[in-house]
Nanobody
Framework: QVQLVESGGGSVQTGGSLRLSCAAS????????MGWFRQAPGKMRNFVST???????RYADSVKGRFTISQDNGKNTLYLQMNSLKPEDTAMYYC?????????????????WGQGTQVTVSS
């Protein structure tokens, strides 16, 4: 079992920054990858970023160069540093863990999810 709790969301203006945190507990060492996803109202949940067990990272094209995923294994915490935020980044952001497979871009493959943290970017 893995438990995930996100924090760090909030409201910022265009161009601002936020850092999301995801505190993980449980069998996180068995995760193939940890990831961030987001869902805007009325839209599907989309992949944002993932960090694999070997430390390599991947990003959606829409956030590449602006967002950085990282993890502090000592603190069992996953981070998402978000810079140069745009109104289209407004969404509920979810932290997730995939202990099933290397399909790290696929939301349905992630079997543990946090409750989400809201990010709102105003123009």
């Amino acid at each position: 079992q893995v438990q995930l709790v996100e924090s760090g969301g909030g409201s910022v203006q265009t161009g601002g920054s936020l850092r999301l945190s995801c505190a993980a507990s449980g069998q996180t060492v068995s995760s193939y990858c940890m990831g961030w996803f987001r869902q805007a109202p009325g839209k599907m949940r989309n992949f944002v970023s993932t960090i694999l067990r070997d430390g390599s990272t991947r990003y959606a094209d829409s956030v590449k160069g602006r967002f950085t995923i990282s993890q502090d294994n000592g603190k069992n915490t996953l981070y998402l540093q978000m810079n140069s935020l745009k109104p289209e980044d407004t969404a509920m952001y979810y932290c997730a863990a995939n202990t099933r497979s290397w399909a790290c871009y696929s939301g349905p493959q992630y079997n543990y999810w946090g409750q989400g943290t809201q990010v709102t970017v105003s123009s």
